[in-house]
Nanobody
């Protein structure tokens, strides 16, 4: 069984930064791509960023491109999301998830394990 535990959320003013972490249990962490998603109140959960197993390839939603950076440390079984220039519309519960393998990054159906989420609130 794989467990994903997010941390690092909080309240920040617009223009500020936060770094989210997602610690994974289980073996073979580097064999799996990982993704970050978010869900704002009253909205569907949406893709934010994805990273390949080696960390060599990354993918971003247009809404966060140039502001957010996804990275991973396979020695620590951890994936990160550095969020800069935060906007009020970034307010959401942010989730990390494990990609099943060899599938697209943006579709939630391609992920088999999810964390419990961490709240990010950006005030204006």
């Amino acid at each position: 069984q794989v467990q994903l535990v997010e941390s690092g959320g909080g309240l920040v003013q617009a223009g500020g930064s936060l770094r989210l972490s997602c610690a994974a249990s289980g073996r073979s962490f580097s064999n799996y791509a990982m993704g970050w998603f978010r869900q704002a109140p009253g909205k569907e959960r949406e893709f934010v960023a994805g990273i390949s197993g080696s960390g060599a390839n990354t993918y971003y939603a247009d809404s966060v491109k140039g502001r957010f950076t996804i990275s991973r440390d396979n020695a620590k079984n951890t994936v990160y999301l550095q969020m800069n220039s935060l906007k009020p519309e970034d307010t959401a519960v942010h989730y990390c998830a494990r990609n099943k393998g060899g599938l697209g990054y943006t579709d939630q159906i391609n992920y088999d394990y999810w964390g419990q989420g961490t709240q990010v609130t950006v005030s204006s």
